[in-house]
């Protein structure tokens, strides 16, 4: 099939995504009802890079500025096809911010829970004991509190645990912000250092020594804009040529600019929240010179690339990781991953996936892609080794040569990106496009080139319809085409004219399914009759999988719907993965 290389996202319909009837069938409560709903083009995509600033970033970042030729490239390919199939060019507009939002460094004092309030303690004369109320007197003697220590190896490196220690205390403030009762109490570093370090230690970049961090801002280089626009009309088809449009070029250097952060930000690098953050600022119009609205675009594909050499360590400055530190990725938030979840003080990886995700919606952004360009290998067995790494166990052997290499160091040897591809993972569950790289690449034979054409085809329209929810089955589900006075023009054949696509295929031509269902539809565009034409829009009715997320099995249905397993049938169609609860008729 040849597909038509457009994206459509949800303008308008119904409130919810399923219209469930109720109909008292037996013991059933339920039963899905139909869903209408039109759809239109996209042709617009917010892009906004999220670099790792902190010391050893000077090579990617330099890496990233040389291999956006190979982002442009592809995007003049894509308009230059969107042209001759009669479809406007992809516009699409580019912002940077960085990882730093704070430091929170270990004191010296104990953060220690008092009747009247928390309070910073210097503890003295620590004896280690079995288990203890953290933060409390509680198991310790009088005028002691119990106080976690990260466990040190004879090298001074982390292993991972804590010893449970009681300490006497004395010389006693109130506590700051950030204050958690059994852990030190974090010193706040918030700015840039002034003076700025040596440049044998970092690169200043668009860094100003005693400035705030970031914290999401967008950053640019000084007379560059915070965002950089690259509209349709721009000459696409003269890249490459003798004479480009001087307007491309021109943008083209400026993102080179923007993109060189500097390397002097903090060491507790925050990506995810930063990128949050940024997002936040944009939506609620509090990004500087940007009104609301403006960034993201409603209706545009939203596309967020995070880039980084030590894994993401966002924690809430209301209870900040304070950051001990002995070899460069052995600190604090290595420790942190391997405590229990309800123990852990990083911001959990589903509230991104559920923030990001969230803003797909009617008046929001129409897709969402994300990119991570992050010092992690997969493994076969689901585990992450380093991208610098070039040994591994026998379920995780040599890496592929293009994450090896001799020379420099190029991610944190105990920080392989887990969060990262966690949340890669998360999104990909979700149907949204996700690409996966490595900042080994910033190093020769390798280049940023491969990843960030792949980048620029998730910032394209996906070639598929989008529908809010999963079909039940395939038959079960109508494409129309409708004419500007409302009326049917053309019902499409399933199977012939269009079919079920992943919806993470960010490819030009994406693979039909040869069985189940998805949130995603293709149209094969060489059979001609199923294009709309121009003030012509898809509908799509379809009676929607219930519940949302699928069932296995009866006893599925009446767990998540209500009533017993003999209330209820799974209907499976041949050859899918997951089938949706229907009443049995009692």
Known sequence: MTRRPIVVALLAVLAGCNDYSFSPVGHCLVQP?????????????????????????????????DSFKDFIGRMVATNTARAGKGLEAIDFHVAVTTSSIFYAAAGTRACVAATGGNQCCR?????????????????????????????????????????????????????????????????????????????????????????????????????N?????????????????????????ALVQQFTQNIRVGSCGSGQEQHLEAARLALQKALAG???????????????????????????????TSAPLAMVTSTPGADSCVLDKRRPATAQREIPVPTYADFLAGLVKPGGAADLGAAFIVSSARCADGT????????????????????????????????????????????????????EGTVCDAYPPSSFGPVLSAIADLARPLAALRLPTRPAARAVTQLRIVDGDGATRRICAAGAEWCFVSCSDASASPACLT????????????????????????????????????????????????????????????????????????
Request: net charge negative; aromatic share 6%.
């Open 33 to 65: 009802g139909t869903v209408q709903v039109q759809l239109a083009k996209v042709s617009s995509a917010d892009i906004l890079f999220v670099v790792d600033d902190s010391p050893s970033m000077d090579p990617k970042q330099q890496g990233l500025a």
């Open 123 to 223: 503890p003295s004369s620590c004896t280690d004991v079995a288990t203890c109320a953290r933060g409390t007197g509680d198991g310790c003697g009088a005028g002691q509190a119990c106080v976690s220590t990260p466990l040190l190896d004879a090298s001074g490196n982390y292993v991972l645990g804590e010893k449970a220690q009681c300490c006497a205390i004395s010389d006693c403030a109130p506590a700051g912000t950030g204050c958690v009762p059994g852990d030190a109490c974090p010193l706040m570093t918030t700015a840039y250092a002034n003076p700025a370090p040596s440049t044998s230690f970092c690169t200043e970049g668009l860094a100003v020594p005693g400035a705030p961090y970031p914290s999401g801002t967008f950053v640019a280089a000084p007379g």
């Open 225 to 249: 804009p915070t965002v950089l626009d690259f509209p349709k009309t721009l000459g696409w088809g003269s890249w490459g040529s003798a004479t480009p449009d001087p307007a491309l070029t």
């Open 286 to 316: 509090r990004q500087p010179g940007l009104a609301a609205g403006t960034w993201p675009h409603p209706g545009s594909k939203l596309v967020v690339v995070w880039v980084g050499d030590e894994d993401d360590c966002s924690s809430p």
């Open 384 to 435: 992450y080794a380093p991208a610098d790494s070039c040994t591994g166990t026998p379920s995780c052997p040599v890496q592929p040569p293009a994450t090896c290499h001799a020379g420099p160091v190029c991610g944190g040897a105990y920080a392989a990106g887990e969060r990262f591809l966690a949340l890669a993972d998360a999104l990909r569950a979700r149907g949204f496009g996700v690409v």
């Open 515 to 586: 069985a189940d269902t998805s949130a995603c539809i293709a149209i094969d565009e060489a059979k001609g009759g199923c294009v709309a034409n121009p003030g012509e829009t898809y509908s799509a009715e379809y009676l929607g999988m219930l519940p949302a997320g699928g069932c296995t099995s009866a006893s599925e249905c009446a767990q998540e719907l209500g009533g017993a397993a003999k209330d209820w049938t799974c209907s499976v169609e041949a050859g899918a993965s997951l089938g949706s609860c229907a009443c049995s008729g009692g």
